[in-house]
């Protein structure tokens, strides 16, 4: 016997049952950036892995430890991509889209990271971002929260807070950045591995680790916010002014870093307590020097990410009830004849009448078993075609989900009725 063939370790299904949840959150993010004036993009899964050596840094573990790559037949390093913010960049260095005016952008799909799998954390996962290029002001900043504030209030969450930070200039980060070492190196022993290795290569990361032991150490650690550039420090202020002008709550994270190398300014995490670990489900900041360090022109950009996998964790969590419901109708034929009517009124009536869901039964059985399958579907209502309705040139509708009487109609008037139900 063979050996049944399963998905690869954190590389998860898409199950008919969860469809509608993930349809409904992903039209009302769509919906949402729209009405914003984001336009959708699509960049390739495979991007030459030198795209996200030079984007996210050689010192983070995204590159170190986690990137699917091979060398091509012509000897080429691919990879697959492990974040969206490279290839988009990538994207409006190649097509020179800068050069027309302040590019806002949104993007959705899979990225992939080689690392251990758990709750909420997958080699295979999607994500939705909203990238700005050509901003530099404060303004777009606060727009990205508005944003995904309104997002959250719309899919009904709760329990989300918002965390800020600042990096500063490369200038200001390259001061600070040896102010870590030298504190860091005079407390060497209590330093794990990880951030031994992290010291010299990139020491802002020790800030995030999550090491018990290192805690109090890196609480008394010197902090970046208190050794800003002036125009760093202002662009802060600025940021949570409008913050404050839009009634949205923040707490002021000095250890948030994030931990790709392009981010400077402002940085920012929506997280919750009702996921455990894996807390945050969006994330992003600046990253004015991006665009000209991956070989564009100096082009001021900020963006985020949601990871859809988190949000579809937390809505479930939260118990969330989703508001996607369509009228549905199960069609049921009895006999040769009747198969054939039923394909010509189901596409009449979905011609005539919108938002409508159209289960026309293909089980050909008899009409008690369709029934079974109806109520199974969830439908609203039942639409008939035996002996007698085809004599009539005629439908039934039963309503299932109230005590309505059955009717007898002509096509027209039944799809009038429908239309009436929506």
């Not at 390093?77 to 050069?99: D, F, K, Q, Y």
């Not at 839009?246 to 931990?259: A, K, M, P, S, Y």
């Not at 950009?301 to 939260?318: N, P």
């Amino acid at each position: 016997m063979s050996k049944k063939i399963q998905a690869i370790r954190g590389m998860n299904d898409l199950l008919p049952k969860d469809s509608d949840l993930w349809t409904f959150v992903e039209r009302t993010i769509a919906d949402l950036f729209n009405a914003y004036g984001y336009k959708n993009i699509r960049t390739p899964v495979v991007e030459k892995t030198d795209t996200f050596c030079r984007a996210i840094g050689k010192a983070t573990d995204i590159v170190e430890k986690e990137m699917y790559s091979w060398k091509d037949s012509n000897g080429d390093l691919l990879s697959l991509r492990p974040e969206g913010t490279a290839g988009c960049v990538r994207m409006m260095i190649e097509h020179n889209l800068p050069r027309e005016g302040i590019q806002k952008v949104f993007y959705q799909g899979a990225m992939f990271r080689r690392e251990r799998p758990q709750k909420g954390r997958y080699r295979q996962f999607h994500q939705v971002g909203l990238e700005v290029f050509g901003a530099s002001d404060a303004k777009i900043d606060s727009e990205l929260i508005m944003i995904t504030h309104s997002l959250w209030k719309k899919l009904g969450l709760k329990n989300i807070t918002l965390e800020i930070n600042t990096l500063g200039s490369a200038a200001a980060r390259a001061s600070y950045r040896q102010i870590l070492i030298d504190y860091f190196s005079m407390h060497k022993d209590q330093l794990d591995e990880d951030s031994l290795r992290r010291l010299e290569i990139n020491p802002l990361r020790i800030l995030d680790s999550k090491n018990n032991d290192m805690q109090a150490l890196i609480n008394n650690a010197p902090k970046l916010i208190e050794h800003l550039d002036g125009a760093s420090a202002e662009h802060f202020e600025q940021f949570k002014s409008y913050l404050n002008c839009l009634n949205i709550d923040f707490v002021i994270n000095t250890r948030l870093v994030r931990g790709l190398d392009y981010y400077n300014r402002t940085v920012f995490e929506w997280t919750t307590t009702d996921l455990g670990a894996q807390n945050t489900i969006c994330a992003g900041g600046r990253y004015d020097d991006l665009v000209e360090k991956m070989g564009g022109k100096s082009t001021d950009a900020v963006g985020l990410a949601i990871g859809l996998e988190r949000l579809i964790l937390l809505l479930e969590e939260q118990n969330v009830q989703i508001s996607n419901h369509k009228l549905t109708v199960y069609i049921m034929a009895m006999g040769n004849e009747a198969q054939f009517k039923s394909m010509q009124i189901a596409n009449a009536i979905h011609d005539a009448v919108s938002n409508i869901s159209i289960y026309n039964d293909i089980s050909l059985g008899s009409f008690k078993s369709q029934f079974k399958k109806a109520d199974k579907a969830g439908a609203d209502f039942a639409l008939i075609i035996g002996e007698q309705e085809l004599n009539n040139n005629q439908v039934s509708i039963k309503p299932l989900k109230s005590q309505d009487e059955q009717q007898t109609l002509s096509l027209d008037e039944a799809i009038k009725y429908l239309k009436e139900c929506r």
